[in-house]
């Protein structure tokens, strides 16, 4: 196999992968009801995996709130318990193997 051919079959390998991430994400807007289960909606995940949520409400990503698992393709009418009201914005975590593959921060009203 020449350099080239190797060169290109890598380049296709992170094509690939990257692509393979776009396939997990959030159909719910920014803004979720506070109280001590959220619900997050639809929630498409490439494979299966965990939403985790975690307080963000200095911007910056905080204690973890709650979590609840995902089976891959579409999660309908995802909730997640916190155990407490929650009425501070959150963030919103999509982790497949461990590895966090789509996030999204909420505000909570």
Do not use: C, W
């Not at 498409?44 to 307080?55: C, H, K, R, S």
């Not at 497949?96 to 909420?106: L, N, Q, Y």
């Amino acid at each position: 196999m020449s350099i080239k051919s190797i060169a290109f079959a890598a380049a296709a390998v992170a094509v690939t992968a990257t692509a393979g991430a776009a396939d997990s994400y959030f159909e719910q807007g920014r803004t979720l009801d506070g109280g001590d289960v959220l619900e997050l909606g639809l929630i498409t995940a490439d494979g299966a995996g965990v939403v985790e949520i975690y307080d963000y409400h200095t911007g910056a990503q905080g204690a973890l709130v709650g979590s609840e698992r995902l089976s891959a393709g579409a999660n309908t009418n995802v909730r997640v318990n916190t155990g407490l009201p929650q009425t501070r914005d959150v963030i919103a975590l999509i982790k497949i193997d461990g590895e966090v593959v789509a996030s999204k921060p909420f505000d909570v009203n």
